[in-house]
């Protein structure tokens, strides 16, 4: 088992890691008997693996409600939300509930979002089952719901009582979606750990076919990397902004493509190789290092391109929309090594329009 | 002019109170110029007193915005804020945005809650227009909207950067309004402050007839009430509970009734009656103190019995849907003497049907 504490004060968590641990009544403390938990999750993930989870928290005594909403990043909303808390009223669940988010990164930031909004905060346990949720998104109390015109837009920063990180569910999992959480496995690599890196050049097919050790330690080393950046910033006011990487850019790909037409992480993926060329242009990354990235990315099943169809000028008013911007000027996350990055300011348009085009096919 | 400030560390604020101070650019501070805001009020104070806070913002070189909402509480719902969502990402406004609530307490709520939201949490400023939301809502960081199946069960602790009470705006308010205020007024007596309390018998016809020396110290020292006890208790785990006094019962009736045919100072003041005749029940509270505290209440204009239409028996199921009700058992805050009370668990329903009976017209 591998276990990492987010280091919080009074908010402090675990996550644990292991495989098999849905099956484990003990998996699910601080829940105990007597307990009332209302597990979220969603309609692709429920058959899977809802009755495993209900079968154990019952065996802790907990007495356990569910609802499963409709899969799909277009149900991150304000009004999928409303039916959570209608679910919640109408059976009656007290300040005294917690709210559990089996599934990816879209259920889990809906469900901490209304956890943190139920009666103005409820317990809340994070169950990721996508390699992006376990790595990333259930780790560091970001949560939020989308809005038409933007994503993530509406949340709060709220944190879990504990993270439960079964690995065999990952093999359930479709491919696709698994390389979308490499592309964030690779960028803690690239923004702050150069050991990371070079392990994930040695490890990365026994990822890619769920070798269960190297996944273990692959996604305990995300979490602390997480952990300690969100330990030392919860609020990303300084290093947390780092984990941005890519993302700029990557959330102008989403925007403009539709939201679930390009996953996350390949967005992302483009994303880092936009920010890695950007950095290039700039002198401070060397164009060795943006093709040791790319060739991860590849090996990864990664995009390194963006979309075909959408020119660099496409990119820049959702860029600067990004919550990163101040007064028009783009602040973007550029790496000056593997295994370095830094927020950069006032990036000029053209630098940024040149990066991209270096990214076309 | 009178000063509060609430002590919460780093996230202490002034409450500023006097009359005149919407005309006062001073009064808005800490935005400064260059800063960008969002107004966010209703169509009944818009025409009141919106061309005068923005004046004052402009002098002071915010760039400043503006919402008007649809006046009433049926409106304090997460789609009203959908809509303030929207105008803020249509005019681009960034994590440095600050939301300014121009209005009562369903303005508050709303863009207390909104702001705490919004990127997950921007800077909100208050600017409480009725005496209820001067003296209670604006004050102490709780902000929420409701759910068809509950009242403020969505929402967040937020602290406001600052609170700005002009006095002047209580001319305009109608007397209904002023009364339902006068109720939270002197709820503060009942449950922590004998002298107001006498105060309040020496005073209440100066305060219905909005005598400014009067008014400005009733205010301040409702507001240091309320912050003395949000400083000692700011996720309502202890001494914060009583200030729900009589309102357990009173959200039954507002509940029963409709929101808003019953103001909630109304259903309060009702409530408040209800609570001190339940202590009377339990041996705990003097037949002399309830009848003060109707005496009291009446001369402010408020009730003190129920709906006629309500029976004992229609209360309780709401009651039991409170949030400080746990496993079913009834939890009240209950007078223990003028300017003293408590929380006591576990309270019989036959008591609170007796209590409820006694204030039956
Ligand atoms: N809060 C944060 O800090 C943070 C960080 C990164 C991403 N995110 C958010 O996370 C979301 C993306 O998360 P995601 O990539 O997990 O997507 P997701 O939640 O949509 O899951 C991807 C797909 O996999 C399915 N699925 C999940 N687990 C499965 C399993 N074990 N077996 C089979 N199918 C399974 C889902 O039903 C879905 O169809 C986005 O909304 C993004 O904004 C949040
Ligand atoms: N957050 C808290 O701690 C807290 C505490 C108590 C009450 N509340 C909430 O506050 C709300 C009630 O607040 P309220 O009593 O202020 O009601 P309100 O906001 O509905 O205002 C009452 C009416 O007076 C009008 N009005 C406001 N100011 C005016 C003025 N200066 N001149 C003329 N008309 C004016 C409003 O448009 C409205 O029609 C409820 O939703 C309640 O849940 C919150
Ligand atoms: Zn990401
Ligand atoms: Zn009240």
Redesign the interface.
């Known amino acids: 088992m591998e276990r990492v504490t987010v280091i919080l004060g009074e908010r402090s968590y675990p996550i644990t890691i292991e495989a098999g641990l849905f099956n484990d009544p003990a998996s699910f403390l601080p829940l105990q008997s007597g307990d009332k938990a209302l597990i979220v999750t969603n309609s692709t993930i429920a058959p899977l693996y809802l009755d495993t989870v209900v079968k154990s928290l019952e065996k802790l005594g907990v007495n356990v409600d569910s609802v499963a909403l409709p899969d799909g990043e277009q149900y991150k909303t304000?009004?999928v939300?409303?039916t959570v808390?209608?679910r919640l009223?109408?059976n009656?669940h007290?300040?005294?509930t917690t709210l559990i988010a089996l599934g990816g990164g879209v259920i889990g930031d809906l469900t901490g979002?209304s956890a943190?909004?139920?009666?103005?905060?409820v317990r809340f346990i994070q169950v990721p089952t996508t390699l992006l949720s376990q790595v990333d998104s259930s780790v560091g109390g970001?949560t939020?719901v989308n809005?038409?015109?933007?994503k993530n837009?509406?949340?709060?920063?709220y944190q879990p009582a504990s993270v439960v990180i079964d690995l065999n569910c990952l093999k359930t999992l479709p491919k696709r979606e698994l390389s979308s959480g490499l592309a964030e496995v690779i960028k803690y690599g690239i923004i702050l750990d150069a050991d990371l890196f070079d392990w994930l050049e040695d490890n990365i097919d026994a990822l890619m076919s769920l070798d269960e050790k190297a996944m273990g330690y692959c996604i305990r080393r995300c979490c602390e990397i997480k952990a300690s950046v969100v330990a030392a910033d919860e609020?990303e006011n300084g290093v947390r902004a780092l984990l941005n990487l890519g993302h700029t850019f990557g959330h102008a790909i989403e925007a403009e493509m539709g939201y679930g037409n390009w996953l996350h992480g390949e967005a992302v993926a483009a994303g880092m190789v936009m920010a890695a060329e950007t950095a290039r242009l700039l002198g401070s990354f060397e164009q060795t290092d943006v093709e040791r990235i790319k060739r991860l990315l590849v090996r990864a099943n990664l995009p390194v391109h963006g979309p075909e169809s959408m020119k660099p000028e496409a990119y820049i008013p959702h860029m600067l929309?990004d919550?990163k911007?101040?007064a028009g000027k783009l602040r973007l996350v550029l790496p000056t090594a593997i295994g370095q990055s830094e927020v950069k300011g006032g990036v000029a348009h053209d630098v940024v329009l040149s990066a991209i085009g270096c990214c076309l096919i």
Do not use: C, V, W
């Open positions: 304000l009004s939300m409303d808390f209608s009223l109408e009656n007290g300040r005294d979002f943190a909004s139920y009666q103005r905060g970001k939020a809005h038409p015109l933007g837009m509406i949340g709060a920063f609020h929309r919550k911007t101040l």
